[in-house]
């Protein structure tokens, strides 16, 4: 198993919104009335969902992710059975990115549901790597805010991130069961320190996120699994919980010749700022 992992690197240049704090507050389309308990997942298109697969770097110190071209394949068809009009770019240079980005920001959404990010890459706490640089992740959703893309107000914008997020391992913690005989060990199991925590990041700040160079990474392929199994059926609140629970308790790395590394633990870190129940409803049957 491999960590995402990173290397601080000083960028030419970061992603630069052009946001301005002077900007006037703008208005826009209502897509769903004010009260509504669901995000309104009726319009003609699901909308566009971006794949950013970073491999191989321009970078001397950061190593081909091996098993990210098996996360993207995963990915890309499970979001197309999602309905999703899914674009993947691989390994993006930095200007190259920001023009995918802008391109998608300037966009009539008017008919789409949401939009939907994936990016595959090397990470630091805090900064994520194009082919050639690193950026700040922050950057990224700005381009999507109501006043750089008026047609995505009120709508659901997902960000999924798939990167090391810093060099900490996670040791976790074995659960035992209380049982009448002491020393039953039958029911334990082992999970991270920072389960039982509840924004798409594959791992917590701080910590390094683990891929497999056959399988992919934990999150992606943890995440695909229930899309494919729940995505039509239950909230995104709930299944992302569900991708916790497998990321924590289904996963471990092997890695004896390294004790760091050996038998250590992982869990996504989700941050919702979502308002209403997002559910993707079958487009099929709206229609």
Not at 37 to 52: P, Q, S, T, W
Not at 72 to 79: A, D, F, I, M, R
Not at 153 to 162: N, V
Not at 183 to 190: A, H
Request: hydrophobic share 35%; proline share 5%.
């Amino acid at each position: 198993t491999q960590r995402d992992k990173g290397y601080l690197i000083l960028a030419s240049e970061e992603i630069n919104s052009g946001s301005d704090p002077s900007e006037l507050a703008c208005t826009a389309s209502m897509s769903i009335d004010r009260d509504a308990v669901e995000y309104n997942m009726r319009h003609k298109n699901r909308g566009l969902a971006l794949i950013f697969n970073h491999e191989n770097f321009d970078v001397p110190t950061l190593e081909p992710r091996t098993g990210t071209n098996v996360d993207c394949e995963n990915l890309t068809q499970v979001l197309k059975k999602l309905d999703f009009d899914v674009n993947v770019f691989k390994d993006c240079r930095l200007n190259e990115l920001k023009q995918q980005l802008v391109s998608a920001s300037q966009k009539d959404h008017s008919e789409n549901d949401c939009i939907l990010v994936a990016i595959l890459s090397h990470g630091e706490h805090g900064y994520i790597y194009a082919k050639d640089v690193q950026y700040k992740l922050d950057a990224i959703w700005s381009y999507f805010t109501p006043q750089k893309c008026p047609s995505l107000a009120g709508k659901p914008k997902l960000f999924f991130i798939q990167a090391c997020q810093g060099d900490e391992c996670d040791p976790g913690v074995t659960l035992n069961r209380r049982t009448e005989t002491d020393g039953d060990s039958s029911m334990s199991y082992k999970i991270p320190l920072h389960a039982d925590f509840l924004i798409a990041h594959s791992t917590m700040p701080g910590f390094c996120s683990f891929r497999c160079p056959m399988q992919g990474s934990w999150f992606i392929h943890a995440l695909c699994t229930e899309l494919e199994m729940n995505g039509k059926r239950l909230d995104m609140f709930t299944l992302l919980t569900f991708v916790c629970r497998r990321v924590a308790v289904d996963y471990q790395s092997y890695a004896p010749d390294t004790p760091k590394k050996h038998e250590q633990k992982q869990i996504p870190c989700i941050t919702s700022r979502l308002m209403r129940i997002l559910r993707f409803r079958e487009k099929r049957a709206l229609q």
